[in-house]
């Protein structure tokens, strides 16, 4: 495959907000013709319901019924329309929300088959998912339950099986190109490589404001965004960044730099700085 032809990505997460952690990154691709398919194991309805956490500290003669009367099917149907609106703000449409529960998910032999037959329908060349390491490279394991880690198994050995030939199936098998976690997983001095989403930060922004069923406000989401895709990309020496880890080292043809780095390395400071405080 030539590299300027488009490429078909898979999302893989726990939760629908674990989108944005790679929303800048998948709004560019989708924007450059390659084809995007974002899954979420899980509606989300276990997770972030800060208006009923809320609610329940509250005396009981103080709470609100319509918040404490809601159903898991309402609350579902709201995150499921958060979701799609954050998922189309990237250019995104094909976005799928599977059936099984969340607090806790669990890695099951039908989360893997479902999985897998994601992989034979898209059969994409670039899988983004959780990490699969329990506690960033040194895989220091804790003993407490993680939708995002188990969401990490389950595809890990969904795209191991998709890639194997089953014994009394015609099925044709589907090696994965190259998978990236999101940095947000890990410390900096794990990031393999960041991705600049400068032009995107504002996109990213009104995706927080979007799951507004997780208490998100404006000042909330811009506050997140500084704290995050701008810590990364102080780090990446430009406005805002998403990091990824690769699951594998590269093999290149050459050794390749990119013009990002041969800019940095040649122009004014003055330029650096204005370039980091937006002004370039």
């Known amino acids: 495959m030539m590299q300027n032809q488009s490429l078909r990505f898979l999302v893989v997460k726990a939760h629908p907000h674990d989108f944005t952690h790679c929303a800048g990154t998948c709004g560019i691709h989708a924007s450059q013709g390659d084809s995007i398919t974002v899954v979420s194991m899980t509606n989300g309805v276990g997770t972030h319901n800060e208006r009923l956490y809320d609610e329940l500290l509250k005396p009981e003669a103080e709470q609100d019924p319509e918040i404490i009367n809601q159903s898991a099917d309402d609350y579902a149907r709201l995150k499921e329309e958060e979701f799609r609106k954050v998922c189309a703000l990237f250019g995104v449409t094909d976005v799928r929300i599977l059936d099984f529960p969340d607090k806790p998910f669990h890695n099951t032999p039908e989360a893997v088959e479902v999985l897998r037959q994601i992989i034979y329908d898209v059969r994409p060349h670039v899988l983004i998912t959780q990490r699969p390491h329990l506690s960033g490279r040194n895989a220091m394991a804790s003993g407490a339950h993680n939708d995002h880690d188990e969401t990490a198994f389950a595809i890990m050995e969904a795209q191991g099986l998709a890639g194997t030939p089953n014994y009394g199936s015609r099925q044709r098998p589907h090696t994965i190109?190259?998978?990236?976690?999101?940095?947000?997983?890990y410390m900096q001095d794990e990031i393999d490589f960041y991705v600049d989403i400068s032009d995107w930060k504002e996109k990213r922004v009104e995706a927080e404001i979007l799951?507004?069923?997780?208490?998100?406000?404006?000042?909330?989401?811009?506050?997140?965004?500084?704290?995050?895709?701008?810590?990364?990309?102080?780090?990446?020496?430009?406005?805002?960044?998403?990091?990824?880890?690769?699951?594998?080292?590269?093999?290149?043809s050459r050794i390749h730099v990119p013009e990002t780095a041969l800019r940095r390395a040649s122009e004014p400071r003055q330029n650096y700085l204005k370039r980091l405080a937006g002004e370039l």
Not at 178 to 183: K, L, Q, S
Not at 212 to 237: C, D, N, P, V
Request: charge should be positive; aromatic fraction near 18%; charged fraction near 20%.
């Open 177 to 185: 190109a190259a998978t990236y976690y999101p940095g947000v997983y």
């Open 211 to 252: 799951f507004s069923s997780q208490g998100h406000t404006e000042t909330f989401a811009r506050k997140r965004i500084e704290l995050h895709t701008g810590h990364a990309g102080w780090y990446a020496r430009t406005g805002y960044a998403e990091g990824f880890v690769r699951a594998n080292p590269e093999v290149l």
